[in-house]
Nanobody, 120 residues
Framework: QVQLVESGGGLVQAGGSLRLSCAAS????????MGWYRQAPGKERELVAD???????NYADSAKGRFTISRDNAKNTVYLQMNSLKPEDTAVYYC??????????????WGQGTLVTVSS
């Protein structure tokens, strides 16, 4: 079984910064893509950014120029540095990973979510 544990959410004023972390643990053979999604109240979950195990990144238009995704493959951890935060960034942020388990099965895994609140 594989778990993703997120940390780093909280309350910040508009213009501020937060750094989210997500660590994978369990029976892991390898991890392909890792990413961050978010879901605001009354809205669907949307991709914020993702990164391949080779380091190729992809960002939603709303995140470009403000957010930076990175990963530490040795620690099975992905980060999201969020700068110049806006009230519209308020959401629950979820970590996601496509994990190849110790039994060589592929599995999409989600974290429990961490709340980011940006005040105006």
């Amino acid at each position: 079984q594989v778990q993703l544990v997120e940390s780093g959410g909280g309350l910040v004023q508009a213009g501020g910064s937060l750094r989210l972390s997500c660590a994978a643990s369990g029976s892991i053979f390898s991890i392909n893509a890792m990413g961050w999604y978010r879901q605001a109240p009354g809205k669907e979950r949307e991709l914020v950014a993702d990164v391949t195990n080779g380091g190729r990144t992809n960002y939603a238009d709303s995140a470009k120029g403000r957010f930076t995704i990175s990963r530490d493959n040795a620690k099975n951890t992905v980060y999201l540095q969020m700068n110049s935060l806006k009230p519209e960034d308020t959401a629950v942020y979820y970590c996601n990973a496509y994990v190849i388990t110790g039994t060589l099965r592929g599995s999409q895994v989600w974290g429990q979510g961490t709340l980011v609140t940006v005040s105006s």
